[in-house]
């Protein structure tokens, strides 16, 4: 196990969302259990315990900020198993890492500084793939998809959870004042940070929708791309296959 950070370029939008998440850091797993009642732990301990996943797997988790989906995939995986946390912020990583040794995660974990759309890591090299949260953050979402698809293992899978299109109209008005009113007032009462988390919920909203996510991934060269709705669309997870 090694820990390197390699420095990749980033553009102006990486700059940006560098910083919402470098001030968000620190408060970020407080912010995640406050914005969603908690409800984001029932959907990352779904999403994992969905993957397709064999002891000794080689895991790439992309954008594993804090740790929380490494850390679930880890009692997945083993022993023997592997995991790679990517992600383009160094707090990011560095809180993952903390964490991840308080919890006597140690051996078998690695942390790469990296940005989705270009990763550094050769051609098929991860058994699966993952992307909890961190998709609808980054600019170009198709080369990140094509990355995704390129340093998986010919039958390996990748999943994608991401906030999504609520399906039921009653409650679409709901979701939307929590979001653009509730949202803001506990980042700036939690986190001192309102424009963080106003941010956050736009990039919620623009993130492309279950179907579109569906086009992309196969446009990226997934085979057999499909998505499941959790909590009625405020989430979904999609998995795709390298064939
Ligand atoms: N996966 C974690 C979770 O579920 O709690 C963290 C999700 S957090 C909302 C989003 C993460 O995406 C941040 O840690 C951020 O630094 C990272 N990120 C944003 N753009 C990225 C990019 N282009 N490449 C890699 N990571 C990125």
């Not at 000794?56 to 009692?75: E, P, V, Y």
């Not at 560095?94 to 500084?113: A, I, L, P, S």
């Not at 009113?181 to 424009?195: M, S, Y």
């Amino acid at each position: 196990t090694h820990f390197g950070y390699r420095d990749v370029p980033t553009g102006q939008k990486q700059k940006l969302v560098g910083e919402v998440f470098t001030s968000v850091a620190s408060s970020y797993d407080l912010m995640n259990d406050l914005m969603s009642l908690g409800i984001h732990r029932v959907w990352k301990r779904y999403f994992v315990a969905t993957a397709q996943v064999k002891p000794g797997d080689r895991i790439l988790d992309l954008a594993g900020g804090t740790g929380d989906i490494a850390a679930l995939l880890k009692d997945r995986v083993g022993e023997k198993g592997e995991l790679v946390l990517g992600d383009i912020n160094v707090s990011m990583l560095k809180v993952g890492r903390d964490r991840m040794t308080d919890r006597g995660n140690v051996r078998g974990f690695e942390y790469v500084q990296c940005n989705a759309e270009k990763l550094p890591f050769p051609d098929a090299s991860f058994d699966l793939v993952t992307i909890a949260f961190g998709l609808r953050n980054v600019t170009d979402k198709d080369a990140a998809l094509r990355e995704m698809h390129r340093v998986l293992k010919v039958g390996g899978q990748a999943r994608v959870l991401e906030f999504s299109e609520v399906t039921a109209a009653w409650f679409k008005p709901i979701y939307d004042f929590h979001s653009f009113n509730i949202l803001p007032k506990l980042g700036k009462l939690f986190a001192n940070d309102a424009d963080s988390y106003q941010y956050l919920a736009e990039s919620i909203r623009k993130h492309p929708p279950q179907e579109e996510l569906k086009g992309m991934m196969q446009a990226a060269g997934f085979a057999r791309a499909g998505y499941r709705n959790l909590s009625a669309g405020i989430v979904a997870i999609h998995t795709g296959y390298k064939a």
